[in-house]
């Protein structure tokens, strides 16, 4: 079973940046695509990026295409989730999760953490 726990949310102003990191316990994330998902409040959760097993491949959802860079260091089996240029439209609880196929947009299977909140200030 693996556990997988967010770190790096929190306050920021319009413009801002932020780093989320996703550390993976009890499994290794080189076997598994991981991505982030986010949920806004009264929202549907919704697809924000994507990165294959290597990392080697990356997709984003169109709304942080440009803005939100996915990486991973497997050897630290951790995923992170560089957010530059945020908007108040960002404002969310941001999830990591894992799967076994890429391309990917996540579902209620795999792996989840319990989310950092992130909160984009104007």
């Known amino acids: 079973q693996v556990q997988l726990v967010e770190s790096g949310g929190g306050l920021v102003q319009v413009g801002g940046s932020l780093r989320l990191s996703c550390a993976a316990s009890?499994?290794?994330?080189?076997?598994?695509?991981m991505g982030w998902c986010r949920q806004a409040p009264g929202k549907e959760r919704e697809f924000v990026a994507a990165?294959?097993?290597?990392?080697?491949?990356?997709s984003y959802a169109d709304s942080v295409k440009g803005r939100f860079t996915i990486s991973r260091d497997n050897a630290k089996n951790t995923m992170y989730l560089q957010m530059n240029s945020l908007k108040p439209e960002d404002t969310a609880v941001y999830y990591c999760?894992?799967?076994?196929?890429?391309?990917?947009?996540?579902?209620?299977?795999?792996?989840w953490g319990q989310g950092t909140q992130v909160t984009v200030s104007s």
């Open positions: 999760a894992s799967d076994r196929i890429y391309p990917t947009t996540f579902t209620a299977t795999g792996y």
């Open positions: 990165i294959s097993w290597s990392g080697a491949r990356t």
């Open positions: 009890g499994g290794v994330i080189a076997n598994y695509v």
